[in-house]
């Protein structure tokens, strides 16, 4: 199973979601991050992708964990993942479009939950109304 990370940036009422524009996910809008790299802690692997992925500097202390969540694909073990949440609510630098990512404000009481993973409108709006949450998902093979 993978170690991943989601990271949600936070201000005020808004936050931040991030178009996948290649590979896994491709099309959906999410957090940043992925998959936590051998050596790296989880709380590297939020730094270290929020760079990579949409410009901006995230310094470990201003990170709160609010989640796990295991995602499992119906005869894909390869897929397998257990993702760490995090919401930040400071940042250092603008959040920018990467060759990865294009990034985009949102209200809290209005995101795209058609054009995101389908159970993130079970476990989302908890979360950002400061519910911890735990959940395991399984998706049907053709889920991509």
Known sequence: MKVTTLCFLVDGSRVLLA???RGFGVGRWNGVGGKVEQGESIEDAVVR?????IGVTLKIEDLTKVAVHRFAFEN?????????????????????ETEEMAPQWFDVSALPFDSMWPEDRYWL?????????KGDFLFSRDTK
């Open 125 to 133: 709006p908890p979360t950002f109304n400061g519910k911890r949450t």
């Open 49 to 53: 992708e929020a760079v990579e992925e």
């Open 76 to 96: 894909c073990s390869d897929m397998e993942q257990e993702c760490h949440v995090f919401l930040a609510r400071q940042w250092e630098g603008q959040p920018k």
């Open 19 to 21: 178009l996948k524009k």
